[in-house]
Nanobody, 116 residues
């Protein structure tokens, strides 16, 4: 059974930094891609950043230049700099993993709160 285990959330003042981590555990053959999503209260879940196994990345316009996604299998990281109050949300890790068939998995979520 594959699990995505997140860590690194917390409370930070505006302008601060946080790094989120998500470790994929279980009988994994390969990781195809991983991503971070976030969901603020009353809003839909949105893609923040994604990365393929080959290292190609994609970012939401709202975080470009401030957030960096990276992967050191089986862990994906999200370095968040220059945080803003509007970045406050629950951040979820997502992955497409072969174990032994291709399926997608979600982490449990980690709260990020940015104070103004």
């Amino acid at each position: 059974q594959v699990q995505l285990v997140e860590s690194g959330g917390g409370l930070v003042p505006a302008g601060g930094s946080l790094t989120l981590s998500c470790a994929a555990t279980g009988s994994i053959l390969t990781i195809k891609s991983m991503a971070w999503y976030r969901q603020a209260p009353g809003k839909q879940r949105e893609l923040v950043a994604s990365i393929t196994s080959g290292g190609s990345t994609n970012y939401a316009d709202s975080v470009k230049g401030r957030f960096t996604i990276s992967i050191a299998k089986p862990t994906v990281f999200l370095q968040m700099n220059s945080l803003k109050p509007e970045d406050t949300a629950v951040y979820f890790c997502h992955g497409w993993v072969v174990a032994p068939t291709l399926n997608d998995y979600w982490g449990q979520g980690t709260q990020v709160t940015v104070s103004s």
